[in-house]
């Protein structure tokens, strides 16, 4: 069964920096794209980025682009998210989701991580 | 990009319909089918309910349906059922190269 797994999640500075990791099973990893989807505590969903299945394509939106990286390795079936610049409003719940081949969907979630931006 | 537009809550009691609503832009809904909906129970990730404006993935009740018009689209949940209470929310892709989720709507079944 698919199973997406996030780590790296944490207690950071503001201005720190977090690379949060997602490590797929269940499914070839390198057939489908991937986001990055945050959740502030008692809000709601917002997307944060997207990597195509080989990487050479990634979107971001505009409240972290330049801050924020997306990258996947296939060889390892791990999909990763570099943060830098961590401000307050960045504390969330992470979660890394599978987008479901040809409909930009997400088909399949991990458990999310948790990043919390404080002094 | 401003969030999709959902109203804050919706209630229903047991057996009854309920609809959800989700208003966006020409640049996201109104030119695109890429338009999907979620639940997300307390403390859960959230579950894929709908792709595609209307289509369900396996597993999925066919008590979920949804469908678009112009700007808008519409989840409807028939037959309600005490596990349907959660949080919905949808998501469209855009002109910008990006994804939009809206607000989020609580669904209290009374």
């Known amino acids: 069964q698919v199973q997406l797994v996030e780590s790296g999640g944490g207690v950071v500075r503001p201005g720190g920096s977090l690379t949060l990791a997602c490590e797929a099973s269940g499914f070839t990893f390198s057939a489908n794209a991937m986001h990055w989807v945050r959740q502030p505590p008692g809000k709601g969903l917002e997307w944060v980025t997207f990597i195509s299945d080989i990487g050479d394509r990634k979107y971001s939106a505009d409240s972290v682009r330049g801050r924020f990286t997306i990258s996947r390795d296939n060889s390892m079936n791990t999909l990763y998210m570099q943060m830098n610049s961590l401000r307050t409003e960045d504390t969330a719940v992470y979660y890394c989701?599978?987008?479901?081949?040809?409909?930009?969907?997400?088909?399949?979630w991990g458990h999310g991580t948790l990043v919390t931006v404080s002094s | 990009q401003s969030a999709l537009t959902q109203p804050a809550s919706v209630s229903g009691s047991p057996g009854q319909s309920v609809t959800i609503s989700c208003t966006g832009t020409?640049?996201?809904?109104?030119?695109?089918?890429?338009v999907s909906w979620y639940q997300q129970h307390p403390g859960k990730a959230p579950k894929l309910l709908i792709f595609?404006?209307?289509h369900r993935p396996s597993g999925v009740s066919n008590r979920f349906s949804a469908s678009k018009s112009g700007y808008t689209a519409s989840l409807t949940i028939s037959g309600l059922q005490t596990e349907d209470e959660a949080d919905y929310y949808c998501?469209?892709?855009?002109?910008?190269?990006?994804?939009?989720f809206g607000g989020g709507t609580t669904l209290t079944v009374l």
């Open positions: 595609e404006v209307s």
């Open positions: 998501k469209s892709f855009t002109t910008s190269k990006t994804w939009v």
């Open positions: 989701a599978r987008d479901r081949i040809d409909s930009w969907a997400l088909d399949h």
């Open positions: 020409r640049s996201d809904i109104g030119i695109y089918n890429h």
